[in-house]
């Protein structure tokens, strides 16, 4: 009786294939969407993912001025980062930021849910955020991604 020997195939940088996917944020809760987003990036949807290769997709997020908090969040939730003089220290709530900056929201969740590391960082050039409807990656031929 032989023995049948099964290998695992780890995917490597010229095996990956990569799409473009197109998100609508509109109406869209900030924490689930952004984590489905981050799931993309890793390539945690494809069949080969392998946790030390960037599997990942490219992420187009569009209307991320019309995404929404749940509860209190829009009011209280505070975001801040500091200039790096004493003293430095800036707070803003989520109410002020989405008028000022609303690709920023998206982009800060999304990259907490990303590794913390060079691999992460590889990952996260790979999420473009635009506050209005309109991208100009229509040449990559975006698909819509469905939740």
């Known amino acids: 009786m032989s023995k049948l020997h099964f290998t695992t195939k780890h995917a490597n940088a010229a095996s990956v294939q990569r799409k473009w996917h197109v ?22 949807n494809k069949a080969y993912y392998s946790p030390h290769v960037d599997c990942g997709d490219f992420v187009i997020v569009i209307n991320a001025e019309k995404v929404v908090f ?13 200039t790096g003089y004493p003293g430095g220290q800036k707070i803003e709530i989520a109410k002020d930021l989405i008028k ?12 907490g849910m990303l590794p913390k590391n060079r691999l992460g960082r590889q990952m996260y050039k ?7 409807g309109e ?3 229509t040449a990559q031929q975006p698909t819509p991604f469905k939740f």
């Open 23 to 44: 998100v609508d944020g509109t109406n869209q809760t900030v924490g689930r969407i952004c984590s489905k987003i981050a799931s993309v990036l890793r390539g945690k």
């Open 70 to 82: 749940t509860g209190n969040k829009f009011q209280d939730k505070e975001y801040q980062h500091v």
């Open 100 to 111: 000022r900056r609303p690709e920023q929201i998206v982009e800060r969740a999304v990259k």
């Open 126 to 132: 790979k999420l473009f955020v635009y506050a209005g």
């Open 135 to 137: 991208h100009p990656h």
